[in-house]
């Protein structure tokens, strides 16, 4: 891989260092790459690139959530140089995460359904992006994602009183989800990634949020070959999703 260890690998590494007994996720007998987490035969390391951008993201993963290989919040970080990631606790709010939040440089962005929101709370539908057009805003959006299964981003919103401050955007993506890997139960449930290219979008960056997809349907291609039992597919969908992502960061 060409570039350094991103906020998820070393969440990862540090979950995977205290766990006590090894996840046996889907296909735990596959070896795999370290980074991307899908198998070495398929991993897509050597295709990631970084894109420029003037949003940053927030993961809040739960527990286990960044040692599954079908996360995808780690994509994020995968392009977006400014992605911090802390894992999620109840009774032991890190302060690096809580600094983060008050950072002067930044105007964070609680990315959830507004229907959770709380008495009081505002909710946004767009983000105004900054640079040369940006009328005087200077701070960098922060968009903060909670990184878990449906029932535990709720978790990690009600148990989370620092949330509640945070100004929430919400928006209702008028197509199902994609993300046929841990698909929600709900139709407007969408993989972290998806949330994150929604977000991005409403920053006015339609470009980075296109290629964020693109990478995306790569890794879920990816996941698929890696899952199948069949060592010669063939694999030109993994080619085209491959030359897509990467025509997407010239457009």
């Known amino acids: 891989m060409g570039f350094p260890s991103h906020a998820v690998h070393l969440r990862y590494q540090y979950r995977k260092a205290i766990s006590t007994r090894p996840y046996n996720a889907r296909g735990k007998n596959l070896v795999r790459c370290n980074a991307c987490l899908l198998a070495k035969q398929f991993c897509t390391c050597g295709s990631r690139r970084q894109l420029t951008s003037n949003a940053s993201f927030l993961l809040i993963m739960y527990d286990d959530e960044v040692l599954k290989p079908s996360n995808s919040g ?14 999620w606790s109840r009774t032991q709010v890190n302060r690096k995460l809580l600094a983060l939040l008050n ?24 983000v105004e992006p900054i640079g040369p057009c940006s009328a005087g805003v200077n701070k960098r959006p922060l968009f903060v994602l909670l990184d878990g299964s449906w ?21 209702t993506p008028e197509t199902a989800a994609k993300y046929g890997l841990r698909k929600g139960s709900r139709d407007f449930q969408l993989g972290t990634a998806e949330v994150a290219a ?33 060592s010669t597919l063939d694999r030109t969908p993994l080619n085209q999703l491959t030359y897509a992502f990467h025509q997407s960061l010239h457009k």
């Open 74 to 87: 780690r994509l994020i970080a995968d392009l977006v140089p400014d992605t911090h990631a802390y894992i």
């Open 103 to 126: 950072d002067p440089q930044y105007q964070a962005y609680l990315v959830f359904p507004s229907e959770y929101a709380q008495p009081g709370q505002t909710v946004v539908e767009k």
């Open 151 to 171: 029932r535990e981003a709720i978790k990690m919103f009600n148990k989370s009183p620092y949330l509640h401050s945070l100004p929430m955007l919400s928006f």
């Open 198 to 230: 929604l977000a991005l979008g409403v920053a006015g960056e339609a470009h980075n949020a296109a290629s964020l997809n693109a990478w995306f349907a790569l890794f879920i291609e990816s996941s698929m070959f890696s899952r199948s039992r069949k």
